[in-house]
């Protein structure tokens, strides 16, 4: 298994672990981190039937922008599990302001491990946190026993078109990703696909944020160049992908049994 830094600052388009600790002062300006949170609570709102009072899991939570959007709109009870301990502190800080803190416990651990010790939630959030379970069957099967039997996973993701020679180290082929999801007893109840104006507006704010934030901290470790330069090219080559090659979307999943 990894270094769990190593896994964080992958998870966030970053090769190098060296980021790590740079990481909470790069996406300082970005609470939405990913997964947009309106998107989620309006599928789950959609198709969940009762989907008040809904436990909820939120593993790889970031911010808690999921979390609290869902305690907000849904009366939902969450726990969110991030290994940030900036971000699970802005969370907790968040919710307060926000006057769900009630609803939601916001702690720090490394979910590759934690999940281990959670069972019987409604509702799993994976928001955009890519392979750091393992592939998507891997993924699915190891929430799968965080769930009841009856239980939904929320899962930010996206594929490589079946028609395409494009290859990406963390995205499948469309048909791989169907058929993984088949494979792990869960079963489509709603996609939304991202649209690519939508997707393009995005990131565009995101690199902007994350653009100033590298440039102060060059000016203020100017022996680190490097890292900051690798780190914004990364999200270049990613956005690129992004919106370019990739079919990203949210996926409302059930259990198949």
């Known amino acids: 298994m990894k270094d769990i830094k190593e896994s964080v600052a992958e998870s966030l388009d970053g090769s190098n672990?060296?980021?790590?600790?740079?990481?909470?002062?790069?996406?300082?300006?970005?609470?939405?981190?990913?997964?947009?949170?309106?998107?989620?609570?309006k599928m789950i709102a959609k198709n969940i039937p009762d989907p008040k009072?809904?436990?909820v899991l939120d593993l790889g939570c970031g911010k808690g922008a999921v979390s609290i959007q869902l305690a907000k709109e849904l009366n939902c009870s969450i726990l969110g599990i991030d290994a940030i301990p900036d971000f699970v502190e802005q969370a907790n800080r968040c919710a307060k302001e926000q006057g769900v803190h009630q609803n939601c416990t916001f702690q720090v651990d490394d979910i590759r491990i934690a999940y281990n010790n959670f069972q019987d939630f409604d509702l799993v959030v994976l928001g955009a946190i890519g392979p750091v379970l393992g592939n998507l069957n891997e993924t699915l099967i190891k929430?799968?026993?965080?769930?009841?039997?009856?239980?939904?996973?929320?899962?930010?993701?996206?594929?490589?078109p079946d028609n395409?020679?494009?290859?990406?180290?963390k995205c499948i082929t469309r048909n791989q990703f169907y058929n993984q999801i088949k494979d792990s007893d869960f079963n489509v109840v709603e996609e939304e696909i991202i649209g690519i104006d939508y997707m393009q507006e995005q990131n565009s704010t995101i690199f902007d944020a994350i653009?100033?934030?590298?440039?102060?901290?060059?000016?203020?470790y100017p022996e680190k160049t490097h890292l900051f330069i690798e780190y914004l090219k990364e999200q270049e080559t990613e956005n690129s992908a992004l919106e370019n090659e990739l079919v990203c979307g949210i996926w409302l999943l059930k259990r198949d049994y």
Request: charged fraction near 20%; hydrophobic fraction near 35%; aromatic fraction near 12%.
């Open 17 to 41: 672990v060296d980021l790590y600790p740079y990481l909470p002062y790069l996406l300082q300006d970005l609470y939405e981190i990913g997964t947009d949170p309106r998107m989620v609570s």
């Open 164 to 169: 395409s020679e494009f290859i990406h180290d």
């Open 143 to 160: 929430v799968s026993q965080c769930l009841k039997p009856s239980g939904y996973v929320i899962l930010d993701d996206g594929y490589i």
């Open 211 to 220: 653009q100033r934030r590298a440039n102060e901290l060059i000016a203020q």
């Open 53 to 55: 009072n809904l436990m």
